[in-house]
C-alpha cells in the first residue's frame, strides 16, 4: 500500500472460505479475495476504490454479501454479487439501512444474516433470510441497552445468536436470541445493588439548524430537585465513531451520589449512521459544536441542573468540540476534564510530518491545499480561538508517549489559556469573582487514552472526579447523598 492515508488489514470470511486483504481510509476502502482453497494464486481485486466509498466483504453459498455505502444514499446497505463476477456494476441491492439508522454489526449463520441496528438511539436487530432476501425476524432489544456487542458463535449452524447489551450504567448482560421461536433469554453477569436503580430516558435536542439531536440520560431514580444536581455532559462526535456508551463502575459511584449523567450523540459521530458522520466532518464540523451547546442549553431548559453545576468530559478528539464550546459558550459550563486533548487541528494540519496528519486530512480538511479549509478550520480550532474572558475550571491530563496527541501542542494550549485567563481576571476583579482552576497532568509512560498500568488508570479517574467534585461545589465529604443512599448507609 503506497497511500499513507490507508491501512492494511486481513480478515477471514466466516465460512472460512476466503481471506480479504482490505484497504481502508477514513472514508474510501478497497478489498482483495484469496481462495483458501488456491492461497499461492495471486489475490483477485473485488472492486477498485472509488474515492467516498466504502465497502466490506463476507461469504455464503457462492455468493459475496457486500456491506457498502455506495449507491443514491450513503446510507449502509447489503448488496450480493457471484464468485467471479466482481465490479460494482454487478452489485444488486439485498437490504437497506433506513435513514437515520445505523448498522451496528452483522453476522451470518446458515441461510441467515443477523443485523444489529440503532434506530432513535434504541438497539434491535433483524434476522435477514439470504433465501428470500427478505426480512423474517425481528427483535427490539430492552429500553435500557445502549452498546452491543456480537460474541463468538459456538456453533456455525446453529439457529441461537450471543451478544452482550450494556449501558454505562449496566453491567454487561449475556443475550441469547433463538430464531426458533423468536425468543430473547438474558443473564446479568453482574447485578446492580437496588441503591444504585436508576432511570434511562432518551430526549433530543433542536440544533442551530433545525436537526434533532439525541441525548441519552440516567439519573438516580430517588434525586429530587434535579435543577441543584451536578451535571456530567459526555461527547465525542468525530470518524463516524459513537459515543462510548459501555459500562464503566465509576458511573455507579456517580449516580449513587445524585450526578445526573448525559451523553450527546452529536454530528460527526456514527449515531445515526453513515450521513450523521457526513454532516460533522470537513466544512460541516462546526455542526457538532452547535449540537453540543443545543445540547446542554435543552438539558438547563428542562430542569435538569444548572451551568453552576455542569461539568463536560471527552478525549481525544471529541476535546476539539469541548474546547471550541469552550471558547464560543463559557457560560454554559462551570469545568472540563480532558483526557488526551486534540486541541490544536490547524497547526497539526499543517504539518504533514506529524504521525497521523496525512490520514487526518479526511476528516479534518487540508488546509495545505484547500483554501477554504484554512480559513474554516481557524473558525473553531480550539487553540486558534482562545480569547481573554472567563473560562471554566479546567482539568487536562496528557501522557507522555503519546504518539497522537504531541506534547507540546498541549503545552502550547495550556500556557496561552493560563494568559488569556490571567489577564482577564486582572483587568475584571471584583468581589466574589472566582478565577478558573487549571490544571495540566503530564503522566510518565502510557500512550493515547492508555494509562501505563490498571493502578494509574484508577488514580487517573480518581484525580479528574476529585477535581469535578471540587470546582461544581460537592465536596466529597459534604455532597448531598440521594435519599436513597442515606437509607442504605443508615
Keep these: 500500500e503506497q497511500d499513507p492515508r490507508f491501512f492494511v488489514d486481513i480478515y477471514r470470511t466466516k465460512d472460512k472460505q476466503f481471506l480479504t486483504i482490505n484497504c481502508n481510509s477514513k472514508s474510501t476502502s478497497e478489498v482483495w479475495l484469496v481462495d483458501c482453497s488456491c492461497p499461492y494464486d495471486p489475490p483477485i481485486l473485488v472492486q477498485q476504490r472509488i474515492p467516498g466509498v466504502i465497502y466490506h466483504m463476507e461469504h455464503r453459498n457462492g455468493k459475496l454479501y457486500i456491506l457498502t455505502t455506495w449507491g443514491e444514499s450513503t446510507q449502509y446497505k447489503i448488496m450480493k454479487t457471484s464468485v467471479g463476477s466482481f465490479g460494482i456494476q454487478n452489485w444488486q441491492l439485498v437490504y437497506r439501512v433506513k435513514e437515520k439508522a445505523k448498522l451496528v454489526d452483522m453476522d451470518m449463520m446458515g441461510d441467515h444474516c443477523a443485523l444489529f441496528l440503532k434506530y432513535c438511539n434504541y438497539l434491535y436487530f433483524d434476522v435477514l433470510s439470504l433465501v428470500t ?42 443475550c441469547a436470541y433463538s430464531m426458533t421461536d423468536g425468543s430473547l433469554s438474558m443473564h446479568m453477569k453482574q447485578r446492580v445493588p437496588n441503591t444504585m436503580k436508576c432511570v434511562t430516558i432518551h430526549l433530543q435536542a433542536r440544533s442551530k439548524d433545525g436537526t434533532f439531536v439525541p441525548i441519552t440520560l440516567f439519573h438516580n431514580t430517588c434525586c429530587e430537585d434535579l435543577r441543584r444536581k451536578p451535571l456530567l455532559v459526555h461527547v465525542y462526535g468525530a470518524y463516524g465513531i459513537d459515543l462510548n456508551m459501555s459500562f464503566k463502575a465509576e458511573n455507579l459511584m456517580l449516580i449513587e451520589d445524585g450526578w445526573i449523567l448525559a451523553y450527546c450523540h452529536v454530528r460527526g459521530g456514527g449515531e445515526l449512521g453513515h ?82 496528519t496525512v490520514e487526518e486530512q479526511e476528516e479534518w480538511g487540508n488546509p495545505l491545499s484547500v ?38 501542542g498541549l503545552l502550547k494550549y495550556i500556557h496561552r489559556l493560563r ?38 488508570s484508577l488514580n487517573e479517574t480518581a484525580r479528574h472526579f476529585a477535581f469535578l467534585y471540587k470546582e461544581l461545589g460537592f465536596a466529597k465529604e459534604d455532597f448531598p447523598k440521594s435519599d436513597d443512599s442515606q437509607k442504605s448507609r443508615k
Design 419 to 456: 494568559k488569556a485567563v490571567i489577564d482577564y481576571t486582572c483587568n475584571h476583579i471584583k468581589e466574589g469573582y472566582e478565577t478558573s482552576n487549571l490544571i495540566f497532568d503530564v503522566r510518565p509512560g502510557g500512550s493515547h487514552c492508555d494509562p501505563s498500568s490498571w493502578e494509574d
Design 133 to 174: 432476501e427478505s426480512v423474517v425476524q425481528s427483535c427490539k432489544l430492552p429500553f435500557w441497552a445502549s452498546a452491543f456487542e456480537l460474541e463468538a458463535q459456538p456453533e456455525e449452524d446453529s439457529s441461537t445468536w450471543h451478544f452482550q447489551l450494556t449501558s454505562p450504567v449496566q453491567p454487561p448482560a449475556k
Design 275 to 356: 450521513s450523521w458522520h457526513e454532516d460533522g466532518r470537513l466544512d460541516n464540523k462546526l455542526n457538532g459544536v452547535e449540537d453540543l451547546k443545543a445540547c446542554i442549553v435543552h438539558l438547563h431548559e428542562l430542569g435538569y441542573s444548572d451551568p453552576s453545576y455542569t461539568a463536560l468530559t471527552a478525549a481525544s478528539a471529541g476535546a476539539v468540540l469541548a474546547g471550541a464550546l469552550c471558547n464560543s459558550s463559557p457560560e454554559l459550563i462551570k469545568a472540563v476534564s480532558l483526557k488526551a486533548p486534540f486541541l490544536d487541528v490547524l497547526n497539526t494540519m499543517l504539518d504533514p510530518h506529524l504521525p497521523l
Design 371 to 408: 483554501e477554504k479549509y484554512m480559513d474554516y478550520i481557524k473558525s473553531y480550532c480550539p487553540y486558534q480561538n482562545i480569547v481573554s474572558q472567563h473560562y471554566p475550571s479546567m482539568i487536562i491530563t496528557a501522557y507522555e508517549k503519546d504518539q497522537r496527541i504531541p506534547l507540546i
